[in-house]
Nanobody
């Protein structure tokens, strides 16, 4: 069972930046960030596989950057989501997710069906 510990949410003015972090307790092949706003479906924001292949939702391309640090023994990874140019539409609860097995690519990285492990969520609020 992989545990995911998220941090970095908060409140910011429009145009501001936040950085989310998610530490995995064990090896994962793929990690991603999803978000869910009240009354809306959960959506994939950004994903990354162990080979550093990334995918972004169109709504965040050019503003958000996903990256990862892998431990020296290749056992664990921490994934980050740098969010710049935030706007009120980015306000949501952000969830980190992890998947084992083969490396996901493209749209698979943003499909919540592919992920078995989820963090507790961290709130991001962007004021206009």
């Amino acid at each position: 069972q992989v545990q995911l510990v998220e941090s970095g949410g908060g409140s910011v003015q429009a145009g501001g930046s936040l950085r989310l972090s998610c530490a995995a307790s064990d090896y994962t092949s793929n990690m991603a960030w999803f978000r869910q706003a009240p009354g809306k479906e959960r959506e994939g924001v950004a994903g990354i596989n162990r080979g550093d292949v990334t995918t972004y939702a169109d709504s965040v391309k050019g503003r958000f950057t996903i990256s990862q640090d892998i431990s020296q023994d290749f056992a664990k990874n921490t994934v980050y989501l740098q969010m710049n140019g935030l706007n009120p539409e980015d306000s949501a609860t952000y969830y980190c997710a992890a998947a084992m097995g083969g490396w996901l690519r493209g749209g698979q990285l943003l499909s919540d069906d592919e992920y078995s492990f989820w963090g507790q969520g961290t709130q991001v609020t962007v004021a206009s």
